[in-house]
């Protein structure tokens, strides 16, 4: 089943407290990509990749850093929380962002920093 | 600024009607444009995928139309059910600043549809 995998689905953290969020997919897609919802914002892309060692920015990176180092997995990582990051994220995935392809959400991982 | 504005915010409806919702974008250069549903709490799930060539897509009881001329799309939801109750989101899909790739996604912030029975 195609799927992507997002841990962990619910979390709470202190402010300063490096914390990874993990995405794995099981489709072998080159694309993968983060984002988050905030209410009345929607949802907003921080950072995408288009291949291994491939990544750029997306329209809100600050604070944020990723790494692609293998082609399942695109995680999302916190240095040093801070309270307006709390929000819902979520990992999508793509064979490309072209016409043709669907790009598959994961289930979302709920992030509250105190 | 590359935006996407979605309307009405919000729309209540009675099982069985038709409704459509509207997307705006302003946003370049222009790749292509996706709707998606939300159901609360979950993650989106696609209901069609446009070109800026094409001008009608179909999904089921779910038919979109994108004018690219006026960059404008809607959805449009024919003998609606209960099980439509979610919030409908716009994606436009642009090339980066270098134009090498096409990985930007802007999201519309949605039109959150209630079907009552």
């Known amino acids: 089943e195609a799927q992507v995998t997002q841990n962990p689905r619910y979390l709470i953290t202190v402010t300063g407290k490096k914390l990874t969020v993990t995405c794995s997919q099981n489709m072998n897609h080159e694309y993968m990509s983060w984002y988050r919802q905030d209410p009345g914002l929607g949802l907003r892309q921080i950072y995408y990749?288009?291949?291994?060692?491939v990544t750029d920015k997306g329209d809100v990176p600050e604070g944020y850093k990723v790494s692609r180092k293998e082609k399942r997995n695109f995680p999302l990582i916190l240095e040093s929380p801070s309270p307006n990051q709390t929000s819902l994220y979520f990992c999508?995935?793509?064979?490309?962002w072209g016409w043709g392809n669907t790009i598959y959400f994961g289930e979302g991982s709920w992030l509250t920093v105190v | 600024k590359n935006q996407v504005e979605q309307s009405p915010q919000s729309l209540i409806i009675l099982e069985g009607k038709n409704c459509t919702l509207q997307c705006n974008y302003t946003v370049s250069p222009f790749s292509n444009l996706r709707w998606y549903k939300q159901d609360t709490g979950r993650g989106p799930v696609s209901l069609t995928i446009m070109t800026f060539s094409e001008n009608t897509k179909s999904n089921g009881r779910y038919t979109a139309t994108l004018d690219a001329d006026t960059k404008q799309s809607s959805l449009h939801i024919t003998a609606s059910q209960l099980s439509d109750s979610a919030s409908y989101i716009c994606?436009?899909?642009?090339?980066?600043?270098?134009?090498?790739?096409?990985?930007?996604?802007?999201f519309g912030q949605g039109t959150i549809l209630t079907v009552h029975p």
């Open positions: 994606v436009v899909i642009r090339y980066n600043a270098g134009g090498t790739s096409y990985g930007k996604l802007t």
């Open positions: 990749s288009m291949n291994v060692e």
């Open positions: 999508a995935s793509s064979p490309s």
